[in-house]
């Protein structure tokens, strides 16, 4: 009996030794968390609960919600054991193990589609062919050599579906560069120098490549999510809508009365779609974004706009300047408001699409209803329509983050259920420090 007794204390000895530390000891070590979409982060852990890890790193505090984290090790640290979450521990794998290629038949795919069209039609144009047989059998040539370089330069390449979207704008920026250009050098100008169009079109097909390479740089130093490049990519338009909407209220409905002040419109829109993914960047890179987080937002930005064209076709005889504010504010204030939804919820892949679904079933519901009942149709079957149109995507929303809601105010709210004291032993070094072991049970 002594003989087990002994046996067992050494047991309890031995895993009291090899037991992970105090989740509190782990707090300020540098650590590197790979995401289960295979995002990489590495910064200083600040935080740990239930529910996320924070770390700081150099574009500030960002949260991962623990379900999408795959593994993380500490980096630096003086201690033996490296696991405060309970999940497995594993440093970086192989690069052919950890490649995300979710969105390697969508770069492949452009590159087919760009080169069919761009390339098939710009080379023989440049190089002054006329016969219309080159320019079939080039486009042929482009599509099948599109796919063949394609997939060979992405073959070991980590392309997740937000890398896919910074490259695309980013090559639309390129393509999009011509206009401020012209209207820097003068149409007059440009059009007298460049008469056959082959100046244009060789500089499209070099911009191209050059913008998606550019945004490809920004999407690797800035360390994006999918959900933070959706975000980023879709601030592109958003600048320009309003880049254009702010010289509409500068101008009015004549615009501007001389040609210099066309031309720095020109340069000034431009510019504002390049800023555009700084100033979100900025804004969203300490923010925990899904895909379908930037997803839900876009799409209720496209909401707020189809809200302020029904507002306005309500009003009779307003101004050119009053609608634009509207559509501004409107569009804007639905963005912003969904944003702040989203700010403490994670929706999950589909989540979006089911909101717009709920929300198009709402307004189809109130439609048949109106005509069940022989409505007339007005200003009052408008504001019906609005009524339901936003309440179809409010309660949706709702009911689909409830039960991710539930899971915050389950942590939140919990009990105590006991609490044990017993002695212990430390092992924060490579000598073991007596201590005592505190567990306390929630309900």
Known sequence: ???????????????????????????????????????????????????????????GTISIPRTKIKSLEIISSNQKSISPLDIKIEKAPNLKNTLNQEARWRTISSAMLLGNTLYGV?????????????????????????????????KNMNLPYGRWQMQTTGAGLGIGSIFPLISLIGPENWFSMDSDGKLTIAYLMGMAPFGAIQADKLYNKWNLSNGQATM????????????????????????????????????????????????????????????DDALFTVFSTSLG?????????????????????????ITNGFGYYANHLIKDIDLDKGDWRIIGLGTGAALLTRLGVGILIGEEWGNSSTLLNIAALNAGWYFTFKKVSKDKQRIVQLNSSSKLSSISISPSIINLSSNPIPGMKIQVSFN
């Open 1 to 59: 009996m002594k003989i087990k007794l002994i046996i067992l204390m050494f047991a309890l000895l031995y895993f009291q030794l090899n037991a992970q530390p105090p989740l509190d000891s782990l707090l300020e070590q540098k650590v590197k968390i790979i995401t289960l979409d295979e995002n990489i982060i590495t910064g200083e852990m600040v935080e740990e609960n239930n529910l996320k890890v924070s770390v700081i790193t150099d574009f």
């Open 122 to 154: 710009g080379i023989p144009f440049v190089l002054g062919i006329e016969n219309p047989r080159f320019y079939t059998a080039s486009q042929l040539l482009m599509f099948g050599g599109g796919y063949y370089a394609s997939s060979k330069y992405t």
């Open 232 to 291: 980023i990519s879709s601030s592109v338009p958003w600048g320009f809508a309003n880049a254009w909407g702010s010289l509409f209220l500068l101008y009015g409905i004549d615009g501007p009365d001389s040609e210099f002040a066309v031309r720095a419109n020109f340069i000034a829109v431009y510019g504002a779609c390049i800023g555009a993914p700084f100033l979100a960047n900025k804004f969203f890179q300490g923010q925990s974004l899904t895909e």
């Open 305 to 329: 706009f189809l809200n302020s064209l029904q507002i306005l076709s309500m009003i009779d005889g307003g101004s050119a300047r009053g609608a634009v504010i509207v559509i501004m504010g």
